[in-house]
């Protein structure tokens, strides 16, 4: 039986998602992070929203392995400990955070719709979609109440479908 809090559990979830993302920024997506460590999803959800608690060592030793964690650190952090990479991981090269650069073609003026443009992993066509509804968004903002045309509003749901 677990002996541990679900505050205990909580914040392993947030340290090992926080993790998660440190090893690559394409791990942000869950799906992506099970499929090429080989875990199930639902494991690693279990896990990081602390939905369940009753995890087998074997098992947490499997996650361990997949966020590249020194063995017994599990249970360490339900302890109150921190996590630690195991020693493989200290050597590898820091994840490589993609940045905008001073030779990225400069499309927009205004700077949220350029950083939206220099997202990386979109397509054009979502780039585009995305600084639609940010234009949308302002337009409505900046309107008087009273003086909202409905179709605004309407420009917004049919964008989003």
Known sequence: MDTHTHEAWTRLGELLLGRRVQLDVRYRNRRTFAAEVGLDYRVLYDIESA?????????????????????????????????????????AAPPQVPVAT???????????????????????SERRQLIGHLKVMRRAAEAPARDRPQADVHELRRRSS
């Open 51 to 91: 939905r369940r608690t009753n995890f087998s060592d074997t098992t947490k030793r499997a996650v361990e392995q997949a966020y590249q964690l020194k063995p017994g650190n599990i249970d360490q952090v339900l302890k109150g400990g921190d996590l630690n990479a195991n020693e493989l991981d200290r050597h």
């Open 102 to 124: 001073p030779e990225v073609e400069r499309r927009y003026e205004d700077d949220a719709e350029q950083h939206i443009w220099e997202t990386p992993g979109l397509s054009e």
